[in-house]
Each structure stands twice: as structure tokens, then as C-alpha cells.
């Protein structure tokens, strides 16, 4: 027989082993947190290690990521397909066990975590996509989305201003599947956080609106079960679980203080935890009667399976519901959808208006939104003048199975909250604000990129054409920043068939996130041809071109594109041969066969400007060191937007003067 104590024990020698063979990493949290790991992961989690993706499992997010052995071991334990040896290669090249815990990387990980307080925020996703999901498709006798949301947080993440961000919002929003348990151990990196962290959590929590259960002791398992089956009852708000452990339990000489928080044990003091825990095997061994009481391969077939006849039944009763879960599921996008957006584009194009290109997207989400039930959206109470709701949107506060949430002000958290719907499945997020405010969202956007999700970044008031709220509204050096970022797609288009474009490529994109960059002054509407319209797709393409061989060419994005062509059409008229290239992605046209990129931009034509109201050093890239950049070097001014763009020089005649000097060198 094994008790309990071993069972948990397995956990705690597995992650202290392999933090000692990598010679580095975090064994204090798993050794505080095995005893509620060990009561959660076999008596409450529903899952099965032989299927990670069945839907209706639930979530598990190790929000203080720093203890990924925790997550390891019990991925090990419970019959995932995680050998010993990758739990051997910890933190090693090419396993399948990171430093930190990564989707994609290993069977069972859910979302990315390591910046702390982010997993807790992509737990709060996943809770609003269960319950959003659940009341869409769910019937009398038939909840087929019915799942919980487990989160391990610890001191830092509470520290983190995300986590009051997105845990006040999950309190408005009454995630009653929301669990979240706090390892309270008193010890951070510095040392004891009395000094520096003493918030009353309890009252913190209950302000908003969450059920608190306090003092639990989290090394006695019957306490942490009680507390479990309390907070599983409490079905209208979320709760915090907050567990009283010992950092690194179980070590003689480091138990309770930060030298067992971020550092290997060593080995003599693996042998003094061993003799004390009465671990009698050798590293890396855990003996088949712990395996046997751990592995959930049978239960979890057993709970999938009767998930499955459910669905069967579900199939038969609700045959449209059925087909569109599935749809939604895989991803798939309706059959008509090509053509229905195709068409859509097609008379945009023959239908020009001057309008913002912010109005253009609200316009698109009209005509989308009906098709694709599974776009929920959003904005950092910017809503007016992000133009993200059309007449379809509607609240999930006021409406459990709508498609809209007000996030408040709380850019960093709706970003990450976004990542954890998107992560969860069965909906395509996209959130807004202004461009200057993805620096309150940075890492989130980061932590999207990192785990390909499908989110689609809305930012406005792309430039300095935001006029007179000034520098600390103007953003400038934010789309560079963002094209730089690996695997997210950025689009900044010049009008609403552009703006159309990017839409549909970012829907259609199922790894990675999209960012549209979007105006809020009204744009022209440039004349395309078929092939000219069809070429917008692939990131840059042809939209003025005069004979070869030609003298120079100017590359515009946005709001800068008509002028740029006014420029050019004079610098025509004046005997020379000219080609303007619009470049709504640089990230798509990058990736471009070769010779498409030299069609457009031919390599024999070196006198090449750009012209982009953003940070000019980025565009060096395209128009080489000969070249020239109209951009800006500088932080932007208070001020109408039509005084800005005349005092940094995006104008006609400041165009045309910078390509005549060009041409004249």
C-alpha cells in the first residue's frame, strides 16, 4: 500500500532530482505544493493523459510557472506521454521539458506561463470561455461544455498588477468554475515578504467578489479536500483557496527560506530529504505500486467515454448545434466563407468612401460577426472610439452566451485574458485600444506570439494624426516594435479595402496572433485593378507604376499612402519613372518567394524612399543605406493632426523635395 505522504513525496523527489541533474531551477515550490497537488490530481481533475485534447477536460494552469517540475511530475505520474527520460532532460535542448512551462511543447501544458501572474489571467479566459461556450451550445440534459479551471498562484503572482486586473474582472463576471489556489509559504527571491508583501488577501479577494476560503493547512489532505468541495459548491462566484505550506517541505536545512526557492538542493541535502521523506529509491526511480496509484489513463477513458455517448446523444437531438460545436472546435471556417468575404471585398472596392480606417474595421466586424458566431471581442474601455461593437455584439455580462466583454480599463489583462480564450478553443478573440497602450499590454502580446494564439490586436490612433492629446498618446516607435516581434502578422492599411484584407487574413490564420494598426482620421480609397487587389494578400504590392526602367521608388503604409502618391504622381510628371509600392504587412511580404519580392521591389533600383509616421529606422530594411526615410526621429507634438504631420514633414512638397534630392545624389 502507499499513503498519501508517498504518493506526494513522488512529486517532490522527481522535481528536486531533476533541478539537481539540470544544475538549475525551482524545487521549493513543487516540494510545498505536492500535497495539494497530490489531492487535486486524483480525486477532483477530470482528464485523460491518453487524449490532452478532449474538449471537455479540465484546465489545469501552473500560473507560478517557475515550478514546472510540479507540473512535470504529475504529467509523468498520471500516464501523459512524458517519459522519465524527458523529466531526466529537464531544462535540457529539445525536451519536452522547458524551464517553464510551454504549450506546444509538452502533452498536458495548457498555456505558457512564467511571467507571473499571466497564467492566472489565461485561467480567467479559459473560465469565461467555458461558461460562454457552455450556455451557447448547452440544453436541458445535455451540458456538453462543463468543465473547471484549476490555477496554483503563488506570492509573486499576487504581487503583479495583472492579477488584480483580471481577478476583479472575474469576480464581476461570476466564473464560478474558477479555482484558484494560493500557495501562501511567505517566501519569495528576496526572502521573506513580510517586508514588502502584506496585503490582507482575504478581504483583497472577498472586494472582489470572490469566495474566499482562508487558512487551509496545505500539507493535510483532508483540509485541502474539504476546501475543494466548499469552493466546487460556490457555483456563482470564483474562489481562492488560500494554502498554508512550507516552501521546499521535506529539506532539513533549506525548508522555509528562499535558498530552496530558485536554486538546486545539492546533493548532500537530497540525501538529508530523502532519509527524512523515507524515500528509499535512487534518483529518478519511482517504484510501479506509486505509478499505479497515480496513473489516470482508465478514469480518464472512462470520463471521456461518457462524454462521448453524451455527444452522440447530443448529435442526435441537436444535429445543427452539433455540427457547428465541432466546426468551432477545429477550427474550421464556414463552407461560404471564401466567397461571402471575397464578394464583400470585391464591392468594397467598387464602392470608395473616405473613411477612417478604424470605421472601415467597424464596418467589417458588421458584416463578419454574423458569420462567425465564434468571434468574441473586446475593448480596454475604448469601445467608442475603437469602433469594436457593432449591431450583432453583445454583452456576456448581460448575456452569458454573448460575444462581447468590457474589460475595462485593463489593457495588460484583456490581452492575457484574450490569450486564454483563444488557448481554451471555440472562439477567435480579438481586443482593442490605442496603439501608444500596448506598451500597458507588451508582455501579453508577447506571450501571444510565443504560443501562436489566434488573437487579433485592434490598435487605433495609429500615429501622430491622434493630434492634440499629444506625445503620451502618439505612438511612435510601437509598429516597429510589434513587426519585430516573432510570428505576429502586423497590417497597417491605407483604406477599407485594405482594412477588409487584413481582417480576413488575420481570421483565416489559425497560428498566431494578427495586429491591424488603424487610423482615426478618414483615409481616401485608392483605385485597384483585379490583380492589384488580389496582391494585397501578400503583404505589398504595385499601386502606381510608370515604364521601366525606373528612377526610384516609394514605399507608404496607412494614412501616409496618399500623399506618398500625390509625391510620386508629380515626381512623374517632371520626366522620371516611378513606382509607389503600398505595404499594408511588412511581416507577410517577408515572406514572399523571392522572386515576387523582386518583382516589386527590384534590386537594380536602388533609390527607394519610404514614408510611415512611425520610427524611421525600421524601413532602412527596404530602402537600403542609399535610400530615404521620411519618419519620425522624434516624440510627437500637441496639436491638430493636419499641424503634426506639416511640422514633421508629411506633406506633398516635403516628399517631393526629399525625391528630387534623391534622384539629383
Request: aromatic share 10%; hydrophobic share 40%; glycine share 8%.
Amino acid at each position: 500500500m502507499c499513503s498519501r505522504q508517498q504518493l506526494a513525496n513522488a512529486i517532490r523527489i522527481l522535481s528536486i532530482d531533476a533541478v539537481q541533474n539540470a544544475k538549475s531551477g525551482h524545487p521549493g515550490m513543487p516540494m510545498g505544493m505536492a500535497d495539494i497537488a497530490e489531492v487535486l490530481w486524483r480525486e477532483f481533475l477530470k482528464h485523460n493523459p491518453l487524449n490532452p485534447k478532449w474538449n471537455n477536460r479540465d484546465r489545469f494552469i501552473l500560473s507560478n510557472g517557475h515550478g514546472s517540475m510540479l507540473l512535470y511530475s504529475l504529467l509523468h505520474l498520471t500516464g501523459y506521454n512524458l517519459s522519465i527520460k524527458e523529466i531526466k532532460n529537464f531544462r535540457q535542448l529539445n525536451s519536452q521539458t522547458p524551464g517553464h512551462p510551454e504549450v506546444g511543447e509538452t502533452p498536458g501544458v495548457e498555456t505558457t506561463t512564467g511571467p507571473l501572474g499571466q497564467g492566472l489571467a489565461n485561467a480567467v479566459g479559459m473560465a469565461i470561455a467555458e461558461k460562454t461556450l457552455g450556455a451557447y451550445f448547452n440544453r436541458k440534459n445535455y451540458d456538453i461544455v462543463d468543465h473547471y479551471t484549476w490555477v496554483f498562484v503563488g506570492d509573486g503572482c499576487l504581487m503583479e498588477g495583472i492579477s488584480h486586473e483580471v481577478c476583479s474582472l472575474a469576480g464581476t463576471l461570476k466564473l464560478g468554475k474558477l479555482i484558484v489556489f494560493y500557495d501562501n509559504n511567505g517566501i519569495s527571491i528576496d526572502g521573506r515578504i513580510s517586508n514588502w508583501f502584506t496585503d490582507d488577501t482575504e478581504k483583497r479577494f472577498e472586494s472582489y467578489n470572490w469566495h474566499v476560503i482562508n487558512n487551509v493547512n496545505g500539507h493535510d489532505s483532508e483540509s485541502i479536500r474539504k476546501s475543494i468541495q466548499e469552493a466546487k459548491n460556490i457555483l456563482h462566484k470564483p474562489s481562492i483557496i488560500i494554502c498554508n505550506t512550507i516552501i521546499g517541505f521535506g529539506s532539513p536545512n533549506k525548508s522555509g527560506s528562499a535558498e530552496s526557492h530558485g536554486s538546486p538542493l545539492g546533493d548532500e541535502e537530497i540525501t538529508l530529504v530523502k532519509e527524512k521523506l523515507k524515500w528509499k529509491y535512487s534518483s529518478f526511480e519511482v517504484p510501479d505500486k506509486i505509478y499505479q496509484k497515480w496513473n489516470a489513463a482508465k478514469q480518464g477513458v472512462k470520463s471521456e467515454k461518457l462524454w462521448n455517448d453524451l455527444f452522440d446523444s447530443y448529435k442526435l437531438q441537436y444535429p445543427d448545434l452539433a455540427k457547428e460545436y465541432i466546426r468551432r472546435i477545429n477550427k474550421a471556417l464556414p463552407i461560404h466563407w471564401n466567397q461571402k468575404t471575397n464578394n464583400f471585398i470585391f464591392n468594397l472596392q467598387n464602392n470608395p468612401k473616405k473613411i477612417a480606417t478604424r470605421k472601415a474595421s467597424q464596418n467589417i466586424l458588421e458584416h463578419f460577426q454574423p458569420l462567425l458566431p465564434e468571434l468574441i471581442g473586446g475593448s480596454a474601455d475604448l469601445a467608442p472610439s475603437n469602433l469594436t461593437l457593432c449591431s450583432s455584439s453583445m454583452s456576456i455580462k448581460d448575456c452569458a452566451s454573448g460575444n462581447y466583454i468590457h474589460y475595462g480599463v485593463r489593457e495588460f489583462g484583456m490581452t492575457a485574458i484574450a490569450n486564454g480564450i483563444s488557448q481554451h478553443g471555440g472562439f477567435i478573440p480579438y481586443t482593442a485600444t490605442f496603439l501608444i497602450f500596448v506598451e500597458y499590454a507588451r508582455n501579453a502580446v508577447r506571450m501571444a506570439s510565443l504560443m501562436n494564439s489566434n488573437h487579433i490586436f485592434i490598435y487605433t490612433h495609429d500615429s501622430i494624426g491622434l493630434g492634440e492629446d499629444g506625445p503620451t498618446h502618439q505612438p511612435i516607435e510601437q509598429i516597429a516594435n510589434l513587426r519585430m516581434t516573432p510570428n505576429l502578422v502586423v497590417w497597417r492599411p491605407s483604406d477599407q479595402v485594405e482594412t477588409a484584407v487584413a481582417w480576413k487574413m488575420a481570421i483565416e490564420k489559425k497560428l498566431g496572433p494578427t495586429a491591424l494598426i488603424l487610423s482615426r482620421q478618414d483615409l481616401q480609397q485608392f483605385n485597384r485593378n483585379p490583380q492589384q487587389l488580389e496582391n494585397i494578400a501578400r503583404g505589398a504590392y504595385i499601386l502606381y507604376d510608370s515604364k521601366a526602367p525606373l528612377d526610384i521608388i516609394f514605399i507608404s503604409t496607412g494614412s501616409e499612402l496618399s500623399i506618398t502618391l500625390a509625391a510620386a504622381k508629380h515626381i512623374f510628371s517632371l520626366g522620371y519613372s516611378v513606382r509607389v509600392v503600398s505595404m499594408p504587412s511588412t511581416n507577410i511580404f517577408d515572406n514572399q518567394d523571392i522572386s515576387y519580392k523582386e518583382e516589386i521591389l527590384p534590386s537594380d533600383v536602388i533609390k527607394r524612399i519610404a514614408i510611415e509616421a512611425s520610427i524611421e529606422d525600421f524601413w532602412y530594411k527596404y530602402v537600403g543605406l542609399k535610400g530615404l526615410v521620411i519618419g519620425m526621429k522624434t516624440f510627437g507634438a500637441s496639436a491638430p493632426a493636419e499641424d503634426l504631420f506639416q511640422k514633421f514633414g508629411f506633406t506633398v512638397e516635403n516628399i517631393i523635395q526629399k525625391a528630387q534630392f534623391l534622384l539629383d545624389s
